[in-house]
């Protein structure tokens, strides 16, 4: 015979075709793996989370703190002001830490509140019983600030939180920034504070730090500086308006991973009583998430003690301010 030999038939296709079967059957697969690399992960990251918090310096403060008793929860928090972290020369001349900023903050099933207490408040402190500023108490221990915020503003104190300004600005970073609006430019030479437009500005650390620290903040407004009026009341707003929305930019956040960098970037300089646990602190980050804290404002009237120009609380106001907090 001639001619070539006879062709096989092709063996049958299936009737959806062969590739289609082997993508499902990869599908499949990745079905069945996704959910344990998810676990591993997010299990990775709830270790990474402990170890960072198991290196956060915490205290006893058993003696002074009391006990939460009902739903509502009052933290004192902390800015110190450790000059060998931005004056390592000492040209300040002021050596070791101080008080910069404190804050109480009221947590309830209902929101949260944050008040700020001057820092030149003139008030009783606790260990020696004689009278002057509010942050000199903090110059012998988070004990005696604690005990004299309670003695003169009759206020409860849950928890304590500390944090050095050089974490601060880490937090910051961490987070990629936060927005603050500025109706005009602004600068404060002592600060370092330098906003030249008006308008929504994403401030990294820096200068985030310098904003929170202004105590002569000047705007621009028609080509003429302005130096702000209201001095330290000024000054207060602004720590809370910048912690209000640092706060609530954490606290949104989704992504484990940079909760833990917030976490991770604060630890070096963050200091917490010893009875704020793991799980409490990540419900305090969730609960200030879901909220928009309100601000209030201590009122104060400004006079002299001997050669020192102080603030005293104005009366009756203040104390209907304070009854919220307690």
């Known amino acids: 015979p001639t001619g070539p030999p006879p ?40 270790l990474w989370a402990r170890s960072t918090y198991s290196k956060i310096e915490k205290i006893d403060l058993s003696a002074v703190l009391d006990p939460v008793t009902g739903d509502a929860t009052n933290y004192l928090l902390v800015g110190s002001d450790s000059r060998s972290e931005f004056d390592p020369e000492g040209e300040s001349g002021v050596q070791g830490t101080r008080s910069d900023t404190i804050i109480l903050l009221r947590i309830t099933p209902e929101g949260a509140a944050m008040m700020s207490i001057p820092r030149d408040l003139w008030v009783e402190v606790a260990d020696t019983g004689e009278m002057g500023r509010i942050n000199g108490a903090y110059n012998r221990g988070p004990a005696n600030l604690v005990q004299t915020v309670k003695n003169n503003l009759d206020v409860p104190v849950n928890h304590y939180m500390e944090v050095g300004f050089g974490s601060f600005v880490g937090l910051v970073d961490a987070i990629g920034g936060v927005t603050i609006n500025f109706p005009n430019p602004v600068f404060d030479p002592g600060s370092g504070l330098n906003v030249p437009t008006a308008g929504d500005v994403t401030l990294d650390g820096q200068q985030a730090l310098a904003y929170a620290r202004a105590r002569n903040y000047t705007e621009i407004i028609d080509g003429q500086e302005v130096k702000e009026p209201t001095a330290d009341l000024g000054r207060q707003q602004r720590q809370q308006n910048f912690l209000r929305t640092a706060m609530h930019e954490v606290g949104a956040t989704r992504n484990p991973v940079t909760l833990v960098r917030v976490a991770d970037a604060m630890s070096s300089e963050l200091i917490v009583d010893d009875g704020l646990g793991f799980w409490e602190a990540m419900s305090l980050i969730r609960k200030l998430g879901g909220s928009d804290p309100l601000t209030v404002v201590l009122p104060t009237e400004g006079v002299r003690r001997g050669q020192a120009a102080v603030l005293i609380l104005d009366q009756p106001e203040a104390e209907q301010v304070l009854a919220a907090f307690r």
């Open 7 to 46: 062709r096989r038939p092709a063996p049958p296709r299936p009737p959806d075709g062969g590739a289609p079967r082997r993508r499902r059957r990869g599908r499949a697969k990745w079905l069945l793996v996704l959910p344990v690399l998810l676990v591993m992960a997010l299990m990775g990251t709830f």
